[in-house]
Each structure stands twice: as structure tokens, then as C-alpha cells.
């Protein structure tokens, strides 16, 4: 498999890759860890990121720390798989800026109101901290993972798979479409920042049933909404999933 990027526009542009290769790009792989709760790191074929030589290892909390020492923000995330499903593991030094004021390039999670496509109002992320259900995605150690579908076409985002304004390592407070530390989705330009939290409404493409999830807000580009979160948790070092919230992951079936 060959990929190539336009760094320009941050589009993919498939090179003899035939649509069985590129459908095995968008739904990745299946987990090769013996515990359905173990996240491992998966590196894009014909990427280059930091975790490339920890391709298919459990991830840690710890590897994180250590790539966010090297950033200008502190921010680090990955790829990784979990049951064969796609996420994104991010870390924000959330503990260590939370009690700061809100400026450019010192990055916590923010808690905003969540809005369907149509406008009309959801709920708050703020529920994550107010109701017992959410109870599960409290944020902790400094990190989210993410459901890595996008709601527009249910491709996959990525993080700095290519080099354009947001994907720099520089962060804006405010959910805006300003500043990089976006997750991206190569194939029709979908942004998301994922150190905005709140609530939001999807579908079932096959069923058209709604449902209200917990997720991270969709900032520009095609996509209608944002994308889950799942609740997850820190075992020694290793970073494993939760299995609740399991209908929020449908909207793609």
C-alpha cells in the first residue's frame, strides 16, 4: 500500500490502492490483544508518527507523557484500535493548566453546549461531571479516547497524519476552527477539537434511530456533529477501554 498526502489542502490521494486496501485503511484491524478492554497503537501504512515502532503494542499512559514532553503545547495523541474499533487516544495537560487563565497554547479540556446539526440544543458536557451515568467518562489522567468515525462519510481522523494550519502544534482556547491540535479526517477535510467536551445527538444510518452522546466538538468541514467518547481506564500503565455506551458507536452500521 501506497499513500501519498497533500500537505496543501490535507486530502489523500490513493497510489495503487485498490478499494479492498483502502476499505481495510478506514476499518482498520483486529485487535491483537487478548483482552477486549486492551487499546494497542495503530500506525497508517505510509505514515509517519511518533508511535510507528510501537505499531500493534498495548498503549501506555506513560509513552504519551513522554511525546507531550516534546511539544509545544504538551499535547500528544495516537491511533489505536480497540475490539477491531478505530480510536484516537489523546492527552492534554489538562491537570496542570486547568487552574490557569484561559490563553492561547496552554490547553485543558473545556466543557461547552452541545448543538445537532439543525441548531437546536442538546445538552452540556458539563453532564459528564453533573449525572451519574456519565459517571464512566469523567476526565482523568489527562486523557479522552475518542471513537474515531467521522459522522460525515465514516472515515477515519487522524492526528498530524499531514502538515496544515490545524494540524501545527499550537492551541486556541474556545472550540473555535483557529489553531492546530485539530483530529483531522484526510479524506474530506472534517476537524475536530478534541479538547472541547460536550453533548450531542446522531444517528443510525440503517436504523435512523437518535441517540444523545457525550463526545468532542466537530469545528469545520463537512461533518454534521462530533464524535463519542469512551469511558476508559488506567491499569498500572496500560490504557484499556470500557464497554459502556456501546449504542453511541452505531451511527456508522
Not at 514532553?69 to 500528544?76: D, I, K, L, V, W
Request: hydrophobic share 35%; charged share 15%.
Amino acid at each position: 500500500m501506497r499513500l501519498s498526502f497533500n500537505t496543501a489542502a490535507g486530502l489523500i490521494t490513493m497510489a495503487s490502492l485498490g478499494s479492498v486496501g483502502f476499505a481495510s485503511f478506514l476499518m482498520g484491524q483486529s485487535s491483537s490483544g487478548d483482552s477486549d478492554s486492551a487499546i494497542t497503537f495503530y500506525a497508517p501504512k505510509g505514515s509517519d508518527v511518533w508511535y510507528s515502532s510501537m505499531d500493534g503494542q498495548p498503549m501506555t499512559h506513560q509513552s504519551f507523557v513522554t511525546e507531550a514532553a516534546n511539544s509545544e503545547t504538551g499535547m500528544s495523541a495516537a491511533a489505536g484500535l480497540w475490539s477491531g474499533l478505530p480510536v484516537i487516544a489523546t492527552y492534554v495537560p489538562h491537570q496542570e493548566n486547568s487552574s490557569k487563565p484561559l490563553v492561547e497554547n496552554e490547553p485543558r479540556f473545556q466543557f461547552q453546549d452541545g448543538y445537532t446539526s439543525s441548531g437546536a440544543y442538546v445538552g452540556s458536557g458539563y453532564e459528564i461531571n453533573e449525572k451519574e451515568e456519565y459517571a464512566p467518562l469523567s476526565v482523568h489522567d489527562n486523557m479522552i479516547i475518542i471513537f474515531s468515525r467521522c459522522p460525515h462519510l465514516c472515515c477515519i481522523p487522524g492526528w498530524q497524519l499531514v502538515n496544515n494550519d490545524f494540524t501545527t502544534d499550537n492551541w486556541y482556547p474556545g472550540g473555535t476552527d483557529s489553531g492546530g491540535n485539530k483530529l483531522f479526517c484526510i479524506c474530506h477535510s472534517s476537524r475536530y477539537d478534541p479538547t472541547v467536551i460536550e453533548k450531542n445527538r446522531n444517528r443510525n444510518r440503517s436504523s435512523g434511530a437518535e441517540f444523545d452522546y457525550i463526545g468532542i466538538k466537530r469545528t469545520g468541514g463537512p461533518a454534521p456533529v462530533g464524535m463519542p467518547l469512551i469511558p476508559f481506564v488506567v491499569n498500572g500503565d496500560l490504557i484499556e477501554a470500557l464497554p459502556d455506551f456501546k449504542d453511541w458507536y452505531t451511527f456508522c452500521a
